[in-house]
Structure formats: C-alpha cells, structure tokens
C-alpha cells in the first residue's frame, strides 16, 4: 500500500530555505504487476509516465498521477520517448508518414504534428513542447508553447539532445567542426560554446546547462548559468554524466578503480560515494540525489537526501535508471520474469521533520 502525505504550504515554503541534516525513510511502492516489460520511466510532482509493451508489435503510455494509472494509449502504434511535466504527456509515434508528435494534458491526446517528414524526441516542460524535425536535409529544432509551433533553428547541420524547462530550451549542434551548445531563452537562442572541443548531451534546468566534454586528456564538467560558462572540473580523471538543479550539479567521477557520485552545490564540489563499487546514471532534484550502484551482483538504486545516503533496493537482480523529482523517485525494476515500476516516496513524519529542520532557522530568535 502506499502511503500518502499533505505539506502545508508554509512548510514546503521552508524545503526550498535548507538542505536539513535528517534522515529520510523511505516508502517504497510497485506501481506495476503484469506480465510484460514497463519501462520508459519519467517523473514529475507525484506524477510518473512509462511505457508498457502491451503487444509484440507496440508499446503503450501509462501516466500514474499518485493514486491512479491511466493507460493513455491504445492503438497499434509503437510508442517512443515518453516524458511528462505534471499530468503532461509527450511522446512520438509512427503513423505511417514518419513519427508525429502527441501531447496528453491529462485528459485528452492532442496530434502537434502531421506531415511527411519525422519529428522525434519529444521533451516537455508546463505548456511548451520541444523536438527535433527531419526538413529534409538535416535534424532542426521545433516548439510549440501551447498554442504556436515555431521552428527554433533553420541551418546546416544537424540538432540533437533537445531539453525544456520552462520556456527555455537547449540543445547541441555540430557546426561543421565540433558540437556545440545552443539556448533559446524564450525569446532567443544563444550560441553557447563557441570551440575546438565537443560540447553535446546538455541537461537542462531552469536557464542553467551542465555537460561533459573532453579537454583533450579526459572529460570535464561544465556549467552555463544564462550569462556564463563555468568549468566546474579540472583535473586528469573522467567527469561525465552531469545532472542539473538549481544551483547544484552532479555527476559520476573515475577515482582510477571505479566510478563515484560528485556533487557541487555551488560552491563545493564533494564526493558523496567511496567506495569499490561503480556509481551510475546520478540525477538531482532538489534536494534529493539519486543514482545506480554495481554492487558486483547487480544494480541497486541509491538516494542522498537529507544529508544521509539510503540504499532504496536490496536483492538479486537488476533496478535501473532511478529518476528524481523532488522527493519523487521512480525506476524500473526485474521482478524475475519482466521489468516493472517502483516508486519511492518519503513517510510522511520524515517529512514533517525535514520542513522542521528546514524551518528552525527562520523562527529562532536570540535570546535576551
């Protein structure tokens, strides 16, 4: 059974003030048990969207809003690339011509796009809508704001690794030499990098970017904080896999044995695992960190969040790509005969402690 919570206002308020220093414990719930693959997974709020490999020949999208699933498709068309904003569903589909775009707002599907060319890797973020389109010659970059589609790039080469937050929307591009990165505020797009190395696979929050890029020796972290272009490391190991949130950043770090788990939250860059196992896939939100451990059996999901890291699975077999939002943690997970989603939310005291920790320092007063 799963269990339910409510914040007041006044308290979440205070869960953006601090990172407390208190341990979360976790309620772990499967959200699916049937007898084919679910996988795809993608988180917001208490929202998680997946696919699930109804048939032998196609996929169909799920969307469970933190009480019910909704299976939002059925038809006989391979699904791809399912993400959600809220109760928001994007995806891309074959209907015959090439792939189209499709957006479920939570109670009806809308069609974004229809023509003879292929449009793909749909991302959303509240109202906006981004993607890559094929024009003939090469890849562009497509969004729609919830009532206008507007071809963000017109050029030469080919976009790729498209990301929205907000209105904004990121991207790289190779510009005939190397990749680089591109954003587009809302209003216009911004040549980010602008050199000899490859910039690419940009994550996106807010209107900051983080990526890895080689240097020449290994790969290193950068950041964009909308004006400019930080590198966070410099050193002669592999730094990779960057993930984004406000001000802090992480990413998975070679130590010469193995990789661990890096977080900068601004300042400070620490390392939050150490140990002779891999550390995969790390991914932020908020105040919450979580990643996948080779524990040299097979993949089990970790989180950091209230200053203490907690093992979430423990057993024999594999739980891949943990995906956070805030306190929202989702992943998918072999139940011996197929794969099947797992949520993790926090009980409901550990809450309650959390926004006490966050908020003591708000209404603690010196004394006389």
């Known amino acids: 059974m799963k269990t339910r919570y409510l914040i007041p206002a006044v308290l979440a308020l205070c869960l953006g003030a601090a990172w407390p220093a208190a341990a979360v414990t976790w309620t772990v719930t499967q959200l699916t048990d049937n007898s084919y693959d679910d996988n795809g997974h993608m988180v917001s709020g208490s929202n998680v969207a997946w696919l699930g490999e109804v048939g032998a020949a196609n996929r169909e999208v799920f969307l469970y809003d933190g009480s019910t699933t909704t299976q939002v498709t059925n038809d006989t068309y391979d699904v791809t690339g399912v993400r959600v ?7 891309y589909a074959d209907h015959g011509s090439g792939n189209e775009i499709f957006l479920y707002d939570g109670a009806t599907t809308t069609q974004l796009t ?13 109202s ?18 919830g009532a206008t589609t507007t071809q963000l790039t017109n050029d030469s080469y080919a976009d790729f690794g498209v990301k929205t937050s907000g209105s904004n929307v990121a991207w790289y591009g190779h510009d005939g030499n190397d990749d680089e990165i591109f954003f587009y505020d809302g209003a216009a797009t911004t040549q980010v990098t602008n050199n000899t190395r490859s910039d690419s696979n940009p994550f996106l929050d ?6 890895s890029a080689s240097d020449g020796h290994d790969r290193e972290i950068f950041l964009y904080d909308g004006a400019t272009v930080t590198q966070l490391t410099d050193n002669d190991v592999t730094d990779q896999g960057p993930s984004v949130s406000g001000s802090k950043v992480v990413w998975q770090r070679y130590d010469g044995n193995d990789y661990e788990v890096m977080l900068h939250d601004g300042v400070t860059t620490t390392q939050l695992t150490d140990n002779d196992d891999d550390e995969w896939h790390p991914r932020i939100s908020g105040p919450v960190v979580v990643w996948n451990v080779d524990d040299g059996n097979d993949f089990e999901v970790m989180a950091y969040a209230g200053g203490t890291i907690t093992q979430l699975t423990d057993n024999s077999v594999n739980d891949y790509y943990p995906r956070p939002d805030g306190y ?3 992943w998918q997970g072999w139940d011996g005969n197929d794969y099947e989603i797992f949520q993790a939310t926090p009980e409901p005291a550990t809450l309650g402690l959390l926004a006490l920790g966050a908020c003591l320092p708000l209404f603690r007063r010196k004394r006389r």
């Open 85 to 91: 904003s809220d109760t928001r569903v994007v995806w």
């Open 114 to 126: 229809n023509n003879a060319v292929s449009d793909i890797d749909a991302n959303v973020s509240e």
């Open 128 to 145: 906006n809508v981004a993607w890559r389109q094929w024009d003939g010659n090469d890849w562009e970059v497509m969004l729609y704001d």
């Open 328 to 330: 929202n943690i989702a």
């Open 206 to 211: 807010g209107a900051r970017i983080v990526w």
